[in-house]
């Protein structure tokens, strides 16, 4: 495994090409010419369209890194394991591109048919596990598992079996739900992203479904994954989809858009452009665009919005990983008091005018009195139900930390608006 220099790309169960990496260590893709001519006609990311056959490092690399934890200890702990370089994005994903984001997987040659299955777990042995990864969150992957996931958090994958039981994904098995023990230095971060989500819910954006479980005593969130469907014979099947980064081929480093990354017009283009409901979509995201400003979400860059990829439907995916961070004080260069994309040119939370959401509209090509119109419904409706949603946990001392600052940036964007 560890001198391969080609991995077949698999996509819903089908070969779709061959990513290659030749002696001086340059990455190419190459669509099947069957893959092409093919009736499904799923490219493996909207930056590499099928009319295309082969690509190169400057749109494949990408792609691949974005496969990839943003978290470089993490990378440098699959590095030691597979005894590769942690900057090889192409190693990496030969030994652990078997259970990705979406459904793509990468395997050897003579592996399409790489069998899987689950090991049962408990809940002390899922608890085991999270206390582990708050004493070392560089521990993403314990032994036989060969699943990778984007993102900075600590986290690890599970499958929720038929049964309703917990089990860990082995080979090939797809897995179901992504846990989350949160952030370690921001307290009950975990418990927050879960409230975030859930209000996002109630007024009315799709969000994935998320659960604040308690395993034998240690909390964590559980994310069920959007990118998996139960099949009528109850297995798990992939859904492809893909992150907006790697939608514009832009490396994940450059996620913020103060890194020069994408800002909200990229990616309200490129769902114009591309999906099968454009409009629907840019409305869709525009709406989330207002609701992570209005709960003082800073983290919401390229990353944390997804397309899906199915057979004749493309569309913006439900949204994930959102969290309010109000009730955490701004400290050195953090930038938790600031939105990940600008409203306008404004950024930081509190600062944003009438006339700014009026720019933003105009760079989204949407309706401003109808965006208007949704900012106020929006922070009219959050304060109580995030109010809510905090108390159904008995968050007394978080309620006291973060609701204040709710209700004011709410208030306060409403009498914004009209200025």
Same mark, same amino acid.
């Given at each position: 495994?560890?001198?391969?220099?080609?991995?077949?790309?698999?996509?819903?169960?089908?070969?779709?090409?061959?990513?290659?990496?030749?002696?001086?260590?340059?990455?190419?893709?190459?669509?099947?010419?069957? $893959?092409?001519?093919?009736?499904?006609?799923?490219?493996?990311?909207?930056?590499?369209?099928?009319?295309?056959?082969?690509?190169?490092?400057?749109?494949?690399?990408?792609?691949?890194?974005?496969?990839?934890?943003?978290?470089?200890?993490?990378?440098?702990? =699959?590095?030691?394991?597979?005894?590769?370089?942690?900057?090889?994005?192409?190693?990496?994903?030969?030994?652990?591109?078997?259970?990705?984001?979406?459904?793509?997987?990468?395997?050897?040659?003579?592996?399409?048919?790489?069998?899987?299955?689950?090991?049962?777990?408990?809940?002390?042995?899922?608890?085991?596990?999270?206390?582990?990864?708050?004493?070392?969150?560089?521990? =993403?992957?314990?032994?036989?598992?060969? =699943?990778? @996931? $984007?993102?900075?958090?600590?986290? +690890?994958?599970?499958?929720?079996?038929?049964?309703?039981?917990?089990?860990?994904?082995?080979?090939?098995?797809?897995?179901?739900?992504?846990?989350?023990?949160?952030?370690?230095?921001?307290?009950?971060?975990?418990?927050?992203?879960?409230?975030?989500?859930?209000?996002?819910?109630?007024?009315?954006? *799709?969000?994935?479904?998320?659960?604040?479980?308690? +395993?034998?005593?240690?909390?964590?969130?559980?994310?069920?994954?959007?990118?998996?469907?139960?099949?009528?014979?109850?297995?798990?099947?992939?859904?492809?989809?893909?992150?907006?980064?790697?939608?514009?081929?832009?490396?994940?480093?450059?996620?913020?858009?103060?890194?020069?990354?994408?800002?909200?017009?990229?990616?309200?283009?490129?769902?114009?452009?591309?999906?099968?409901?454009?409009?629907?979509?840019?409305?869709? +995201?525009?709406?989330?665009?207002?609701?992570?400003?209005?709960?003082?979400?800073?983290?919401?860059?390229?990353?944390?919005?997804?397309?899906?990829?199915?057979?004749?439907?493309?569309?913006?995916?439900?949204?994930?990983?959102?969290?309010?961070?109000?009730?955490?004080?701004?400290?050195?260069?953090?930038?938790?008091?600031?939105?990940?994309?600008?409203?306008?040119?404004?950024?930081?939370?509190?600062?944003?005018?009438?006339?700014?959401?009026?720019?933003? $509209?105009?760079? @989204?090509?949407?309706? %401003?009195?109808?965006?208007?119109?949704?900012?106020?419904? %929006?922070?009219?409706?959050?304060?109580?139900?995030?109010?809510?949603?905090?108390?159904?946990?008995?968050?007394?001392?978080? *309620?006291?930390?973060?609701?204040?600052?709710?209700?004011?940036?709410?208030? $306060?964007?409403?009498?914004?608006?009209?200025?």
């Amino acid at each position: 495994m560890n001198g391969a220099k080609s991995l077949d790309v698999r996509l819903y169960g089908e070969r779709l090409g061959v990513v290659e990496q030749d002696a001086k260590g340059r990455v190419s893709f190459a669509y099947d010419t069957d $893959a092409m001519r093919g009736d499904m006609r799923i490219p493996l990311s909207i930056s590499m369209p099928m009319g295309t056959p082969t690509y190169s490092p400057s749109t494949i690399v990408p792609f691949l890194e974005g496969l990839l934890p943003d978290n470089q200890d993490v990378r440098e702990q =699959w590095a030691i394991k597979f005894g590769v370089s942690p900057r090889n994005a192409f190693a990496l994903l030969a030994h652990i591109g078997r259970d990705c984001a979406g459904a793509v997987e990468f395997l050897h040659d003579g592996e399409l048919d790489f069998g899987g299955g689950t090991v049962p777990l408990s809940d002390a042995d899922i608890a085991t596990r999270l206390r582990n990864l708050v004493k070392d969150p560089s521990g =993403w992957l314990v032994s036989g598992e060969r =699943w990778s @996931l $984007a993102g900075a958090q600590s986290k +690890f994958t599970l499958v929720r079996r038929k049964d309703g039981k917990w089990a860990e994904a082995v080979g090939s098995e797809p897995s179901t739900h992504i846990v989350k023990p949160g952030i370690s230095d921001y307290r009950d971060q975990a418990l927050i992203e879960h409230v975030s989500m859930r209000t996002a819910g109630s007024v009315g954006l *799709r969000v994935a479904k998320t659960e604040y479980m308690d +395993f034998d005593g240690a909390t964590a969130l559980v994310v069920t994954r959007f990118d998996r469907r139960r099949a009528r014979d109850g297995s798990v099947v992939r859904v492809h989809q893909e992150d907006t980064c790697q939608a514009l081929a832009v490396y994940p480093r450059r996620k913020y858009e103060a890194s020069k990354g994408p800002t909200a017009a990229d990616i309200a283009r490129v769902l114009r452009d591309n999906s099968t409901d454009g409009e629907g979509d840019v409305w869709e +995201f525009t709406q989330a665009l207002v609701y992570n400003y209005l709960i003082g979400a800073p983290d919401a860059h390229a990353k944390n919005y997804s397309v899906m990829l199915a057979p004749g439907l493309t569309r913006i995916t439900p949204l994930y990983d959102v969290a309010s961070a109000l009730a955490y004080e701004a400290k050195g260069d953090s930038e938790i008091d600031q939105a990940a994309m600008s409203i306008g040119g404004r950024r930081r939370f509190g600062t944003v005018h009438g006339r700014h959401w009026d720019r933003l $509209a105009r760079q @989204l090509k949407v309706d %401003q009195a109808r965006l208007r119109d949704e900012i106020q419904r %929006q922070a009219e409706m959050i304060p109580a139900v995030f109010a809510h949603e905090i108390d159904r946990d008995d968050a007394t001392e978080l *309620r006291a930390r973060l609701m204040p600052k709710l209700e004011h940036l709410c208030a $306060a964007t409403v009498t914004q608006l009209r200025d």
